[in-house]
Nanobody
Framework: QVQLVESGGGSVPPGGSLRLSCAGS????????MGWFRQFPGKERELVATIDGGRNTDYSAAVRGRFTISRDNAINTAYLPMNSLKPEDTALYSCKARKRFINGRVNDYWGRGTQVTVSS
């Protein structure tokens, strides 16, 4: 079982920066692929970025070059520094920890999210 708590959200003007953190509990943090997702009002959650145990990363086209996902396995934490924020980045940001088993089954754990608002 993994519990995730996000922090670092807030309100910034366009062009501003924020750094989101996702602190996880539990053991063997390295086996989890960590992901950041965001949800706009009335829309489904969408992928922002992922990082696996080997620190391989992937980004959505909307954030590539502006956001950088990273992780510190020693303290069970994933990060999402966000630069050059735009009003269209306004959303609820959540992190997910995914563990994939040999038989293909996956366990997903979600945090409650942190709100990011970009507005002048």
């Amino acid at each position: 079982q993994v519990q995730l708590v996000e922090s670092g959200g807030g309100s910034v003007p366009p062009g501003g920066s924020l750094r989101l953190s996702c602190a996880g509990s539990g053991k063997d943090f390295t086996v989890y692929t960590m992901g950041w997702f965001r949800q706009f009002p009335g829309k489904e959650r969408e992928l922002v970025a992922t990082i696996d145990g080997g620190r391989n990363t992937d980004y959505s086209a909307a954030v590539r070059g502006r956001f950088t996902i990273s992780r510190d396995n020693a303290i069970n934490t994933a990060y999402l520094p966000m630069n050059s924020l735009k009003p269209e980045d306004t959303a609820l940001y959540s992190c997910k920890a995914r563990k994939r088993f040999i038989n293909g089954r996956v366990n997903d754990y979600w945090g409650r999210g942190t709100q990011v608002t970009v507005s002048s």
